[in-house]
Every structure is written in C-alpha cells, then in structure tokens.
C-alpha cells in the first residue's frame, strides 16, 4: 500500500490489516514519508466500511473464496490478488458470475515463478 500511494498521490488509498502492530508502523510510515492520500486501519476486512466503486488488493493473506465471503455484499468494484496460479479451486465455492482475468508473472523473473495477478470483477 504504501509504494501504491506514493506511485499515485492523487489516489485516496485505506491499508488494512487486522493485525494493529503492523498498522501502527504502516501509520508511521506514512507520516514519516508525508503520504496524506493514505490511511491505515486496524480492523476485520469484513467490518470494514468500503467505498463504492473501490478496487480491493490483497496478497497471500486470503483465499479467494474466504475474501469473497467477507466482502461480496460491500459496493467494491474490483479484487485483485497475488496469488498461486493454481488458485481454481479457490472459486469453487462462488456461485456469483464474475470476469476473470490471471496475469502469469512467471516470465517476469524467477522470484515470481508460480504466481499471478488475478482480477474479479462481477459481471
């Protein structure tokens, strides 16, 4: 979150993490770096107030049908993960229509072997 808001400061930004230490040094960075677009909350994704229209970005944190679960009723736009590219079976459980779109990164480098951009959108 905090490479995104300094990438697009004319982006309002909210970093969450359930976990309040990491919320706190993600605060301070923030600070530290004058980066006033973003913000930082300590709270359940699921308890979360979210904008309409947000695009959602999470990384290994989540399986994709447990992220739906928690934010299918909020008024986001897009969820994007970073993610295994075998990440099928995590759909399994979504009986919504989505578009679906996975981005391989393997040819990126071999740090990112494996693993994909992987973008929701309802249909």
Wanted: hydrophobic share 45%; with cysteine.
């Amino acid at each position: 979150g905090v490479p995104l808001s300094i990438i697009s400061p004319k982006k309002k930004l909210l970093l969450n993490d359930i976990v309040s230490k990491k919320i706190i040094a993600v605060r301070q960075i923030l600070l530290k770096l004058g980066l006033e677009n973003a913000k930082a909350k300590a709270v359940s994704i699921n308890k979360l107030e979210i904008p309409a229209f947000s695009l959602l970005i999470s990384k290994h944190a989540f399986k994709v049908d447990e992220l739906w679960e928690m934010v299918e009723e909020k008024p986001w736009a897009s969820l994007v993960f970073y993610k295994g590219i075998n990440f099928e079976d995590e759909l399994k459980e979504i009986d919504k229509p989505l578009k679906i779109d996975c981005f391989d990164l393997s040819d990126e480098s071999d740090f990112y072997e494996g693993k994909c951009l992987l973008f929701l959108n309802h249909k």
